[in-house]
């Protein structure tokens, strides 16, 4: 089976740098995705790791190490609408591709 | 143009009704799915369509049948509606294989009372 950890919860202030982990445990990998979720909205992509290293789009950055099925995303110059729900998800092939999303984090930046 | 509709946005029903869920995705994907979100904003894989095949069904119970009459379209039937079935309903499609890069519908919340 799969399974991701990452935190429930994050806050941070406007401005600042916060860094989401996420840990997962899975068989057939292929890469990590992003994805962000606002209350009552639907979740969008943000970022997709298939190789290690840094991927940076903007304000946003995603990090992957396989050989410690590890991952983050990093959330630069934080802004009060930057508030939302932030999931990593594997993909897999398992037969099928597969995406398993994790619990996801709620961050809330605050003035 | 909306790239993944999915109609009703909310969907409010008694127990033992049946109810469905329509989606349609004009991005030209192969991959169609559907997810469940529960209270706690759990995404849960329900099912996966690949041009118009089912790839995905995990151990979702027979009361939900979804239904891809062409590879835009991948609706979702519930029969038989139970209180657990109250959640969000969320249909995607993506490419599968490069970037995984799923598109999301706005969700269907269903409340069965």
């Known amino acids: 089976g799969q399974s991701l950890e990452q935190p429930s919860e994050v806050t941070a202030v406007e401005g600042a740098i916060v860094q989401i982990n996420c840990t997962y445990q899975t068989s057939g990998f292929y890469g990590l995705s992003w994805y962000q979720q606002h209350d009552g909205g639907a979740p969008t992509f943000l970022s997709y790791?298939?190789?290690?290293g840094l991927e940076e789009t903007g304000r946003f950055s995603s990090f992957l190490s396989r050989s410690d099925s590890y991952g983050y995303l990093l959330l630069q110059e934080l802004q009060m609408k930057d508030s939302a729900s932030y999931f990593c998800a594997v993909s897999s092939n398992s037969g099928y591709s597969t995406l398993t999303f994790g619990k996801g984090t709620m961050l809330l930046v605050s003035p | 143009d909306t790239a993944v509709s999915q109609t009703p946005k909310y969907l409010v029903t008694q127990m033992g009704n049946d109810k469905s869920i329509k989606c349609e995705q004009n991005l030209g994907h192969d991959t169609m799915y559907w997810y469940k979100q529960d209270s706690k904003k759990f995404l849960k894989i329900m099912f996966s369509?690949?041009?118009?095949?089912?790839?995905i069904n995990e151990t979702v119970p027979n009361r939900f049948s979804p239904k891809s009459p062409d590879k835009a379209h991948l609706n979702l039937h519930i029969n038989s509606l139970e209180l657990g079935d109250s959640a969000v309903y969320f249909c995607?499609?993506?490419?599968?294989?490069?970037?995984?890069?799923?598109?999301f519908g706005s969700g269907t919340q269903l409340s069965v009372l």
């Open positions: 790791n298939a190789l290690d």
């Open positions: 995607a499609s993506g490419i599968t294989g490069l970037d995984e890069k799923l598109f």
């Open positions: 369509y690949n041009n118009k095949e089912l790839i």
